[in-house]
């Protein structure tokens, strides 16, 4: 057997080693028919392209890899490397995170929109504490009310089974005298033909995804609030990129973000015209509904004014100040 020199030992140590593409795996609970999930996938795609393979995620949706509740622990502990989860289900952690959840504070996408930004300083200052990177947040559709038979009356909301998938959704259906059911989209089909839903609140878009017609004939367009789903990133995992796939990865969620909010618009309205030609009767509340909303909407605004902290508070604010110019 030949020996290496010297010589050649101390070559082969100065020679560098090359550097090992970043394999990256992702969480998101809700399926590949969803607009989110689609962009969170070409997401992926254009990090793959924009580093030239220095850098893959693999996308791992409808809950397959890691429940909804548990992407954002996983990705804090290093389990997995980024998540994507409905921003409001957070809310235990900050009340900041369900303001886009309170009826009246941002009924439309321009409005949506400003108050991420107004919020954003904020929630990235909290995601930071924890390790986390927040990437992009995209907004759902207008949450409206799926049901049995047309709404036209408030009390026909009493003891009614009521899916709600975050906590101020829970507690709007409570004031509105419902029994909320917490649901993961995915559960949605299982849901209701078991019995353990009559309703639920939620966006065109998921009404669409889940085939809300097959247990359901009514969609209330109430245009509650827009909430929207977070994609971050873990900070360990961030640091370890180069400096030049670090900067392709944010312009990539830069433009994943810019997309996203196009595609909500889009996909609302592709959504609410599905929802009628295959049977669901879309309406906007009546005068005594949009009353019991509006009465149910302002205690939970009051509610979580005596929950949010001077920051929260100031955060929302400078949006309604920006919004008002």
Known sequence: ??????????????????????????????????????????????????????????????????????????????????????????????????????????????????????????????????????????????????????????????????????INTQRFVTLMGGSPTETEESDIPTAFSTGRVDAMITSSSTGNAMTAWDYVSAYTDANLWLPKNIVFISQRSFDRLDEETQQALMEAAARAEERGWAASREDNDASLAALEENGISVSQPNEAVSAALQEAGDALYQDWLDRADEEAEQALEAYRAQRDE
């Open 1 to 166: 057997m030949q020996r290496k020199t010297p010589l050649l030992l101390a070559m082969a140590c100065a020679m560098p080693f090359a550097a090992q593409a970043a394999e990256w795996t992702m969480a998101t609970p809700y399926g590949d028919a969803s607009f989110h999930t689609q962009n969170t996938k070409q997401f992926a795609e254009d990090v793959d392209e924009a580093t030239d393979g220095e850098l893959t995620i693999t996308v791992h949706s409808g809950g397959a890899l890691v429940s909804h509740g548990e992407i954002k622990p996983s990705v804090r502990r290093g389990t997995i490397d980024a998540g994507e989860v409905f921003l409001s289900v957070l809310s235990n952690d900050d009340p900041i995170f369900e303001v886009d959840t309170l009826p009246g504070v941002a009924g439309s996408y321009d409005d949506a929109f400003a108050l991420w930004q107004a919020t954003k300083p904020m929630i990235t200052e909290l995601f930071a504490a924890e390790g986390l990177i927040p990437l992009y947040a995209v907004a759902w559709p207008a949450q409206g009310i799926y049901t049995a038979e047309p709404l036209t009356d408030p009390a026909q909301f009493e003891g009614l089974r009521v899916r709600a998938p975050n």
